[in-house]
Nanobody
């Protein structure tokens, strides 16, 4: 059971990146998927979420209009397309899968994270 993020790196202010998260070992299509990020000295925050049905819930205000989450159940992958990146987007980005049954979260899986650095 694992999630493996990729696609992070160093990008200039205003640039773009697409993060990928590959899932294995569990029924990916049943899980809601999330992207979180954690900047140095700050708490981990939810950036975007997409349900098992493919419906994305509102993004964090700081990334609205710039980030897009999507998923491909056939490939067992979730993506985060990031445009117009800013230095304040610099963080470790984590993928998380969660499974809810009868309003109770019964399973949570985290990836190891991928570093995104936006230079001024």
């Amino acid at each position: 059971v694992q999630l493996v993020e990729s696609g992070g790196g160093l990008v200039q202010n205003g640039g773009s990146l697409t993060l990928s998260c590959a899932a294995s070992g569990f029924t990916f299509s049943s899980y809601d998927m999330n992207w979180y990020r954690q900047a140095p000295g700050k708490e981990r925050e939810l950036v975007a979420r997409i349900t098992s049905a493919g419906v994305s819930t509102p993004y964090a205000d700081s990334v609205k209009g710039r980030f897009t989450i999507s998923r491909d159940n056939a490939k067992k992958a979730v993506y985060l397309r990031m445009h117009t990146l800013k230095p304040e987007d610099t963080a470790v980005y984590y993928c998380k899968a969660d499974l809810t049954r009868n309003a109770v979260v019964v399973s949570v899986i985290w990836g190891q994270g991928t570093q995104v650095t936006v230079s001024p």
